[in-house]
């Protein structure tokens, strides 16, 4: 298995998936972090980040069922497992406690 | 309602050609619906770019990898992981020499084509008339001939009524068919002649092998004939042939009962222009079939569940019958064998009169010569990777020490090989591909039925000359002991000897320049056939196919156009099979061989043959034949009557019949195939025999308006006949100058000289590397440009002296060889190899020149500021 370190972008990624959690599939995803970040992001890097996730361990995810807008096509949907939900509160604590750890006098 | 848009079709064959199938759906549904929404955001023409750039993004390892589940399912073997990983150390130090890997990829795969195209021609020669229904039970009865002294002579022929004759007295033969080959036919339809490849087939010949009709019959009459769908395209087009006839200038009208429908003539022993009666050849021979000449290939179709070997008892058996019909007047026995019909080719052994048949030695020898072009990209790896071994032996020393065992590292450096021999394979196929969109040549056939089989012979065709290619290098580089290579004891000059490595480049470079020299004489040969106008006069010779139409009227027309010098007219154009007939100094002797031509004093005129003894035909304006001929100096030795002046006057038999006086003899000249021998030529008088009408011209600027101002004259005498007429210069041109040949010819020389210079460039750039800093403390001494120049340059110079040193005579001796076979040959152009000569050895020492010169740039602060 790769290693648990969690880059950028997995992160913004692992974030994306869990707000739009019970529909978050590769557009949904795209849109979200485009809407979110205000850049456009490719649909290949997007692919292979939920791979990265999903072989780590961060994401699951299984066939939805097929829709009409999508020409009978199904959607992978992801969703956050319990260890991808700690790797994100790990992240977000870690940035707290750097945040804290800034001395008052820095930005005064 | 408009369909709605679409994103480029393309990107989606890519998408669903590269990725797992599984993945494809959900990538192509997230890619649709992004691109559907980015219409109605960003527009339909940026959508089509953004779903472009998703797919090309969507295109990365990891994502098509097959799919995951699978993947973790399934524990990969240990062995693939080492395997893995030798082809990952393998690419990486693919990647750490680009230049050396440049090279050796470079001049394999620039190789690799002609081999594979070899390669091609021997798997169809293993598919010959495996397109017949039950090919399996059709043999080839093949005849071993032994002759009076006891000499065996074996023969793929037999005798021509062997077939009926078998099918009479054998059990278990269900059918028979006979065939004879005629390959010196011509055949007419009034306006344009060809020459013809024929074969006299009887009516059971079809039934056996299946050459399906296109539309009409078979032949069953005498006189009647099946054309080949190419020969149908060339006299009719598009037309409907069936009850025209052709002329057969010997054997009379044709019928056309049936045209063939295409098939590819290189995939079969039956290549045929157009098929005619068996019944034919004995009407042509004028005597009914005989047991002694071997003349008919003779096929039986044994019943189901015979076997051959039942089959070769039987015929032995009737051997001896055989010889009692043949007759003691004959000196020879024969004896029969079957041979099935995959068995005949490619045959094992020789046989006589075997037309289209490969034995396996030529074979063998053909891809042998192609393979010359792979050893030579194959001795650039060898030299280059010896070349480096000194950054190579750190390496072997560490993994040594670190317990890598010696058949581990011999299998690392294979695998080095072997990659870049499969990556040149991939290089190699696309430059296949591109020469066969490009060349057409006819006897070249891309048809393969197995592709499978050509595949996996491509592929093993690959490891071998990977492995080979691999095979001394691994073997020295992993020999190296730990202790020295790490102390440094080993010195550069002791990894792989410097000899070897030059007497590699010598090697190369007299190959090359001898194929080069072997090219350029076969050009000068070429270029001499198809522009020759010392034989007889071709400049400016406009031929006109009379047709049977031969009016004075025309001809008097013709003569006021103001280019027209001079009218003349012959029974055939030169150039041409020439018709044969006999000659003989008295009734009752033997008859000698000739070439006949009835011609009229303009002709030999034009054509400027040089009369050397006597005078020129002499014009009768008459149409009845004139009893005097003009002979070339041969008939006059053949006949043994004296010297050319002596025969003046002599009488002499033309054809049997005609009684004639000689009254000129002109000089030997070629008037058909340079390779064959001089034999007798007469030339008579006899405007009965006239079927072309030469016009000598005046060297005219633009033919195209003379054509036309004859076309119109041939109109107003002729208006229901197009007119036939060309060129006799541009015609030979034609006929002898084999252009796709020498396309391929030329694209080989090329090739074998790119990968001479590649490795010349793969030892320069090493030897330069090591002595990098030799020439910087020379400068530092005071040495100047042209001296290091120099200096670099003397050790190429003397190798590449050697190899033309032994690549001139040897060129010369292919030369004198060539024109051996080549009665009217063009010599030796040694101005031709000159300039081949100082073309390569030019572009060589330009190289050595160009790199040495670099060298020398460089500046001794930066090299010597390391040590």
């Known amino acids: 298995m790769k290693g648990t370190y969690l880059g950028e972008f997995e992160e913004v990624v692992l974030l994306a998936v869990a707000i739009r959690s019970g529909d978050a599939y590769g557009v949904a995803v795209v849109n979200e972090i485009e809407q979110q970040m205000g850049r456009s992001v490719s649909l290949g890097a997007v692919h292979s980040a939920l791979n990265r996730l999903q072989e780590k361990g961060l994401v699951d995810s299984e066939l939805g069922g097929a829709t009409a807008e999508r020409g009978g096509r199904r959607k992978r949907l992801y969703t956050v497992t319990a260890y991808g939900r700690r790797a994100l509160e790990e992240v977000r604590q870690l940035r707290n406690q750097m945040w804290a750890a800034i001395p008052q006098t820095t930005w005064s | 309602m408009n369909k709605p848009p679409r994103p480029p079709r393309w990107a989606t064959y890519l998408l669903h050609g590269l990725c797992p ?33 998703d797919v090309l ?67 169809n020669y ?39 004759y078998l099918q009479k007295n054998l059990t278990g033969i269900d059918n028979s068919a006979t065939i004879v080959r005629d390959a010196d036919w011509s055949l007419s339809n009034g306006i344009k002649t060809k020459g013809i490849h024929a074969i006299h087939a009887d009516a059971s010949f079809f039934q056996l092998f299946n050459f399906p009709l296109e539309k009409g019959a078979y032949t069953a009459e005498p006189n009647t004939i099946v054309l080949s769908h190419e020969t149908s395209q060339w006299f ?42 068996l019944a034919n050849y004995a009407l042509a021979n004028g005597k009914p079939a005989n047991w002694t000449a071997l003349s008919a290939h003779t096929f039986l179709k044994i019943a189901p569940g015979k076997t051959v070997a039942t089959l070769n008892k039987q015929l032995s058996e009737t ?43 030529s074979i063998y020898v053909n891809l042998a010569f192609q393979l010359i072009m792979i050893l030579l990209a194959s001795l650039n790896y060898i030299n280059l990777t010896l070349a480096r071994s000194v950054s190579r032996s750190r390496e072997v020393g560490v993994r040594k020490v670190m317990g890598a065992t010696k058949p581990q ?122 522009n020759d106008n010392e034989n007889y006069q071709r400049a400016n010779v406009y031929t006109i196919n009379l047709a049977g139409n031969l009016t004075n009227r025309f001809a008097t027309d013709v003569g006021t156009v103001k280019e027209v010098q001079q009218v003349g007219y012959t029974s055939l154009n030169f150039g041409i099979s020439p018709t044969r007939s006999s000659i003989k100094n008295r009734k009752n002797e033997a008859a000698r061989p000739a070439f006949y031509y009835a011609v009229d004093p303009a002709f030999i005129n034009m054509m400027q043959l040089k009369v050397v003894a006597g005078t020129n035909l002499i014009d009768r304006h008459s149409t009845l034949p004139s009893p005097m001929v003009v002979v070339n100096q041969k008939t006059v030795e053949d006949l043994r009557i004296g010297s050319e002046r002596e025969a003046i006057g002599k009488l002499i038999v033309v054809n049997d019949t005609l009684s004639a006086t000689i009254i000129g003899v002109v000089a030997n000249f070629c008037h058909y195939d340079y390779e064959r021998k001089i034999e007798p030529v007469v030339f008579q008088y006899n405007p009965s025999l006239f079927k072309v009408m030469c016009l000598k ?171």
């Open chain 2, 21 to 53: 199938p599984r993945r494809a759906e959900e990538l192509e549904g997230d890619l649709d619906e992004l691109f559907q929404q980015r219409i109605g955001e960003v527009g339909l023409h940026r959508a089509r770019w953004r779903y472009i750039r």
């Open chain 2, 236 to 277: 009719f087009k598009d037309a409907n042939p069936i009850g025209n006839s052709l002329e057969h200038p010997a054997y009379g009208s044709f019928k056309i009962v049936g045209v063939l429908k295409p098939f590819n003539q290189q995939k079969t022993q039956f290549r045929t222009d157009v098929i005619v009666p």
């Open chain 2, 409 to 530: 590292l011999i299998l690392q450096f294979l695998t080095e090989s072997t990659l870049i021999s499969y990556i040149s394979l991939g290089i190699g196929l696309l430059l296949l591909l591109l020469i066969k969109s490009q060349v057409h040549v006819s006897w070249l056939t891309w048809d393969v039925d197995h592709l499978g089989y050509l595949i996996l012979l491509f592929l093993v065709f690959n490891l071998i000359l990977g492995l080979a290619a691999g095979f001394s290098p691994s073997i020295i580089l992993s020999s190296y002991q730990p202790v020295s290579v790490l102390k440094r004891a080993l010195s550069p000059g002791g990894f792989g000897k410097m000899g070897l490595r030059k007497s590699l480049i010598v090697i190369q470079f007299s190959i090359a320049l001898v194929y080069i020299f072997f090219i350029g004489h076969a050009y000068h040969q070429i270029d001499y056939m198809a």
């Open chain 2, 697 to 867: 011209t005046s060297p005219v600027a633009d033919r195209k308006s003379l054509e036309s101002a004859i076309e119109g004259l041939w109109k107003r005498h002729n208006p229901y006949l197009s007119l036939n007429a060309s060129w006799l210069d541009t015609d030979m041109y034609d006929r002898y100058y084999p252009y796709e040949y020498m396309q391929l010819a030329g694209l080989e020389s090329i090739v074998i000289f790119v990968i001479a210079i590649l490795g010349l460039i793969g030892i320069l750039v090493y030897s330069l590397e090591k002595r990098t800093k030799e020439i910087s403390i020379r400068k530092v001494m005071g040495a100047t440009s042209a001296e290091v120049i120099q200096l670099m340059s003397t050790d190429f110079v003397k190798l590449l002296a050697i190899a033309a040193g032994i690549a001139i005579p040897a060129g010369i001796a292919i030369a004198l060889y060539m024109n051996s076979y080549l009665i009217f040959n063009n010599g030796v152009s040694y101005l031709t190899m000159l300039f081949l000569l100082l073309a390569v050895i030019g572009v060589a020492l330009g190289t050595v020149g160009f790199f040495s010169w670099k060298a020398a740039q460089t500046n001794p602060a930066t090299t010597l500021k390391v040590d």
């Open chain 2, 57 to 123: 993004s969507l295109l990365r390892p990891s994502l098509l990898k097959p799919h995951q589940p699978y993947y973790l399912t399934y524990p990969t073997p240990a062995n693939t992981v080492m395997l893995q990983n030798y082809v990952k150390i393998a690419w990486r130090n693919l990647l750490k020499h680009k230049l050396f890997s440049f090279i050796n990829i470079l001049g394999l795969s620039l190789a690799i084509p002609s081999a594979l195209m070899a390669l091609i021609q021997i798997v």
């Open chain 2, 126 to 164: 293993y598919e010959y008339d495996t397109f017949h229904s039950d090919s399996d039970r059709i043999v080839r009865v093949i005849t071993d001939e032994k002759q009076k002294n006891g000499e065996i002579a074996n023969w793929a022929s037999s005798p021509e009524p062997l077939a009926k």
């Open chain 2, 319 to 361: 051997s001896a019958e055989i010889d009692k019909l043949i007759g003691p007047t004959s000196n020879t026995k024969l004896f029969f064998k079957a041979q099935p019909l995959s068995d005949i080719s490619p045959s094992k052994d020789v046989l006589e009169n075997d037309p289209y048949v490969q034995d396996l030695g």
